[in-house]
């Protein structure tokens, strides 16, 4: 039971001992007996709180960036009508920084043996399961003299998914992908494609394209059309050891590789790809296999949500392992991981032959922009010092992204904003070539 005003100062005079009491506390006590009384039915007449029915609903789901709403049903069975200040608390990450108080509060009034509903509009700022915590109400009085508040679990779960920007790119690349898929008036040739047709042969067109047999069967010069294979095998490996916690921007590296892979994803189940899914630093974090391409896209994003980094050293060997038996047959190995010098040279390279005597292998990275502009700072002794120093930088990457491609790898290096449409372009690259 909450005290307030005037109730406080008259419970603590109540609570002194009679050895205390003067001549002067009888006139206190004598000009205050109204509002004893009036606070003391206004106590009675305060609705209980324990004996409320609370009941949830609303949204399951959310994507990063966009907002929830929660439904609170507030069930009244008593006699008096229910006067109250309602939280519906959540943890921190539920709203921007400084919005909480606000959303989070709530006033009602709900008749005797009625129900009302409030809502509560949640704007999540990070990846996961959001759990409601509890719902504290505070019950007034007619006068609000007095109150009774009471805190009661009522348990509902909110799962932000990853956003998905990139997917602004992907009608671009489907366009590209009907171009290498021969449906519009653009063929691709390339070793390794599958016969699609014969044409007439036009000015440009690679001689080693042309049909000879069926030259000689016609008057004119015919040559053979192309379309990319069908129904082949991408794993998409996500390296959630400690570089992937590394923040670039206002997000971890883990959040760019998500985002690129769900673009992969969706172009190449429209491709008639097989994709699944490994995400591993000591340990097999997540693992989507055998998705049927309109079940895809939702499986992987909700297991997505949950995925965080893990402050650990990734295990090369045991990341090599894991991908050899989840993919057993060739495949094109996708794997989003840092270019940093150390973990790739004493962990990656030392296994890389493993993976790339038996798959096309391509390794995807999140380059951070911030260094990109140090290295162009000049004017000052200061910017100078940290332009050298992002110089350097570049260099080590580079040099670490030359030695993956001497052993075959395909490398794709960009910003968080450009690793997604670059992912998706050297994917197209692979399949026009034939090398998947």
């Known amino acids: ?254 959040d760019a590789s998500l985002d690129a892979a769900l673009l992969l994803a969706a172009l190449a189940s429209r491709a008639g790809d097989r994709v699944d899914l490994l995400a591993y630093d000591r340990r097999v974090r997540a693992l989507v296999q055998g998705r049927a391409a309109g079940d895809l896209l939702p499986s992987l994003v909700n297991v997505m949500a949950t995925l965080e980094p893990a402050l650990v050293e990734t295990d090369a060997r045991g990341l090599t392992a894991t991908t050899l038996r989840t993919a057993p047959r060739r495949s094109l190995i996708v794997l989003l991981t840092s270019l940093d010098a150390a973990p790739v040279e004493e962990g990656l390279l030392p296994v890389l032959p493993q993976l790339t005597q038996r798959h096309t292998v391509l390794v995807a990275s999140v380059a951070d922009p911030h260094v990109g502009r140090m290295a162009t700072g000049r004017g000052k002794a200061e910017a100078v010092y940290e332009a050298a120093a992002a110089a350097q930088a570049q260099t080590e990457r580079h040099r670490t992204a030359e030695q993956l491609r001497r052993h075959g790898v395909t490398v794709v290096d960009a910003t968080p904003d450009d690793l997604a449409p670059a992912l998706a372009d050297a994917y197209l690259a692979l399949k026009a070539a034939g090398r998947l």
């Open 1 to 254: 039971m909450a005290l307030t005003g005037r109730a406080a100062l008259l419970a603590a005079l109540g609570s002194l001992p009679v050895g205390v009491w003067g001549p002067g506390w009888a006139g206190i006590l004598a000009v205050n007996m109204p509002l004893a009384v009036a606070c003391a039915c206004d106590y009675a007449l305060a609705a209980p709180v324990r004996r409320l029915g609370l009941t949830r609903s609303g949204d399951t789901f959310v994507r990063l960036g966009e907002s929830a709403d929660v439904t609170l049903t507030v069930d009244n069975p008593s006699r008096r009508p229910l006067r109250a200040e309602l939280r519906d608390a959540w943890p921190p990450s539920s709203w921007p920084p400084g919005t909480d108080t606000e959303a989070s509060r709530h006033r009602l009034t709900v008749p005797p043996g009625e129900r009302r509903r409030v809502t509560t509009h949640l704007r999540p700022t990070r990846r996961g399961d959001r759990q409601a915590d509890r719902v504290t109400i505070r019950s007034y009085g007619p006068l609000r003299l007095f109150s009774r508040q009471g805190t009661h679990k009522v348990p509902w779960t909110v799962r932000v998914l990853p956003p998905f920007t990139s997917r602004k790119h992907l009608p671009a690349k489907l366009a590209r992908l009907r171009e290498l898929d021969g449906r519009t008036s653009l063929l691709t040739r390339g070793e390794g494609t599958e016969f699609d047709s014969l044409r007439e042969y036009v000015p440009g067109d690679d001689t080693r394209s042309i049909d000879w047999r069926a030259t000689a069967r016609q008057s004119s010069v015919a040559v053979r059309t192309w379309r990319p294979e069908r129904d082949r095998h991408i794993l998409l490996v996500l390296d959630t050891g400690r570089t992937s916690a590394g923040r670039v921007g206002d997000a971890p590296r883990l």
